[in-house]
């Protein structure tokens, strides 16, 4: 994607079922899930890589022995850096201590990490948010074992003023107004009243305190607590913890919005952000891994037995097709699949635009991760001149000659690899002059490329505010010399604000909310805006169920080709000689590539849940009341 845009989280959950000494005799290391944890990390860093953190705990330790560990990281580097904490930890408790060496039973009393349980966590800081407080997993400290929590997750809440005023209302004190210690509390409320009404049960039983610990443990229905915490959650979410003494979850939004796997055999249970990071990780089959159904939780006591519980009933399946265009690997075997389709998909609209002259068009993507929706607009392209090729010879027939023969034959789609990502460029200068030129040298160009005359298609991700290509891409591409330049954009246009964990919080920071509010002007129909406006104001207090997204009016009076002919002019600049045009991937054709994943919210307004009307309404009115800052 040209644009920089930024998800938030990604998770890995790992559960040893084996005891520690199983893994050393095996794999010849008791650290073997800390290894796995980093290479999990690694595997998902393309979800996050602004913060990491790292949560582990000891099955069954005695009173007085440390059995919670966690560290977190904003550095350069964070994974790297937590890892290397680690090690270091590991390195210097067994130099200062060579009988640790291969005693297990020593390195898990004394060497912190090493555990049983084991949460990882990569995130982007949104909003400026990226101070170490601010990175997963959080942790909720209690000196009842059970009461311990610590939670990560991969998910936004809509109504965090909601959920705040609950809690104030069941007599907590939250420390702020943020939906990772607004959720953490919610569960841990739920968790304290459990542990507290299952202690007075087995009070009445006959047992002692000490007694009771391992029964609470035995007992705790933690599905329970999240189907009490969760009842009110507006939002998207894979939500993961982990109890002091040793239950864990993963806990999946109704709508399926973020994603969720898990594998499980008798050595392991691992639950990840991304299907392939298992995959690679454990080394094991794709039909293997399971995902988690919407709603639901996967759960694994402390005795590690694991099941998976509905916990809230799921609505209609809106898995957001965004992580499928762009963010989740694209290792994956059906997200591979799904973006060739992609790019085969808008091959037509790119014949028409270059009016089926392949023999003068070069095609190309702009790097990295739209390479292989590339493959599938180029894989069309030789399909369409295969069948072009077919008809030619069939036409002359057995009278055709070697050289009319070869002629034919010799024209194929021309591929070249024009754009060319460089190592990215810190915008060190304060000044916004200085900062352009800057950006403007991200990309550079394979000269000789393109033939003067040529027209070039050049196919993205998505545009989405298109920054990058007005000030940076479209200048270097016109200095090919080009006839005409073709952006293709293997998503539709991003009209909406996402609520959910994608940093895209402004109308107006999208290419195509600018273009439709310049057609507005265009054609004195301001007054469509205004009445947006006064609607939305309309509906601030009305509850979320009753709220309708009115943004919608906002593009009705244009055709998806007149906003996108309008992206084009608004992109281009004076200097560029080429004819410019845009072109973005039809709804029914994303559909269509990503059936299982229709959560289209950015490009419809089809929110999964109530709170997403709210929030793109907010949006509309702090554009039009001029107020930079996000909507929830």
């Not at 995959?279 to 759960?299: R, S």
């Not at 309008?566 to 054709?589: C, D, F, H, M, R």
């Amino acid at each position: 994607m040209s644009d920089a845009i930024k998800h938030e989280c990604g998770i890995s959950l790992i559960r040893l079922l084996k005891p520690l000494e199983y893994y050393q005799e095996k794999y010849g290391t008791a650290f073997y899930g800390v290894n796995k944890m980093y290479l999990m990390m690694e595997k998902q860093h393309n979800r996050g890589q602004d913060g990491a953190g790292f949560a582990s705990i000891k099955l069954d330790m005695k009173a007085g022995e440390r059995y919670m560990s966690r560290v977190r990281s904003i550095a350069q580097q964070p994974i790297q850096d937590i890892f290397a904490q680690i090690n270091d930890r590991v390195n210097s408790a067994i130099k200062e201590n060579p009988e640790y060496e291969n005693n297990v039973a020593l390195q898990k009393k004394h060497i912190p990490y090493i555990g049983e349980v084991l949460l990882g966590h990569v995130r982007y800081g949104t909003f400026g948010k990226n101070s170490i407080e601010s990175v997963h997993p959080f942790l909720r400290q209690n000196n009842w074992m059970h009461r311990n929590l610590i939670v990560a997750g991969n998910f936004n809440m809509t109504n965090v003023d909601e959920l705040f005023d609950n809690l104030i209302q069941i007599g907590q004190h939250p420390k702020e107004m943020a939906d990772t210690v607004t959720v953490m509390e919610k569960i841990g409320h739920f968790l304290d009243d459990a542990v507290a009404k299952l202690y007075k049960e087995i009070k009445k039983e006959g047992f002692n305190k000490q007694e009771a610990s391992p029964l609470i443990a035995e007992r705790l229905n933690v599905a329970k607590i999240l189907r009490r915490a969760a009842k009110n959650w507006d939002g998207g979410y894979t939500m993961a913890g982990l109890l002091g003494h040793g239950d864990a979850f993963v806990l999946r939004d109704p709508a399926g919005i973020r994603p969720a796997y898990y594998y499980k055999d008798d050595e392991v249970v691992v639950v990840a952000s991304e299907r392939p990071a298992i995959q690679t990780v454990f080394n094991i089959q794709f039909e293997d891994i399971k995902e988690l159904d919407p709603g639901h939780a996967i759960l694994v006591k402390k005795n590690g037995k694991t099941i998976i519980k509905e916990i809230l009933e799921p609505t209609e399946r809106k898995a957001c097709s965004f992580e499928r265009i762009y963010f989740s690997r694209g290792s994956d075997k059906e997200i591979y699949q799904e973006r060739k389709e992609l790019g085969k998909l808008i091959f037509p609209q790119i014949l028409e635009c270059i009016d089926e002259d392949i023999k003068n068009t070069v095609f190309s993507y702009i790097p990295n991760t739209a390479e292989t929706s590339f493959y599938g607009m180029v894989k069309e392209a030789q399909n369409y001149m295969n069948k072009k090729k077919e008809e030619q010879i069939l036409s002359i027939g057995s009278k055709i000659t070697k050289e009319e023969l070869h002629e034919i034959l010799d024209v194929r789609p021309r591929i070249e690899k024009v754009a060319i990502k460089d190592a990215k460029l810190r915008t060190f200068i304060a000044q916004d002059s200085g900062r352009d030129d800057l950006v403007a040298h991200v990309y550079d160009i394979s000269y000789g490329s393109v033939k003067k005359g040529d027209n070039l298609v050049i196919i993205d991700d998505s545009i989405v505010r298109g920054t990058t290509l007005k000030k940076s891409i479209l200048k270097i591409l016109d200095r090919l010399h080009p006839k005409k330049i073709v952006v293709v954009s293997s998503a539709p246009q991003i009209r909406y604000p996402d609520c959910y964990g994608i940093d895209m919080a402004k109308l107006e920071d999208f290419i195509a909310f600018r273009a439709a509010l310049e057609l507005h002007k265009d054609r004195n129909t301001m007054h469509i805006v205004d009445d947006i406006y006064q609607k939305c104001l309309l509906q601030v207090n009305s509850h979320d169920k009753d709220v309708i997204n009115y943004v919608k009016e906002f593009y009705l009076p244009f055709t998806a080709t007149e906003i996108s002919d309008k992206i084009g002019i608004l992109l281009s600049s004076p200097e560029i000689n080429a004819e410019v045009q845009i072109i973005y991937q039809t709804i029914s054709n994303l559909h269509q590539a990503c059936p299982q994943n229709l959560g289209d919210w950015y490009f419809t307004g089809e929110y999964p849940t109530p709170g997403g009307n709210r929030v793109v309404n907010r949006a509309f009115i702090n554009f039009y009341e001029g107020k930079n800052e996000r909507a929830y």
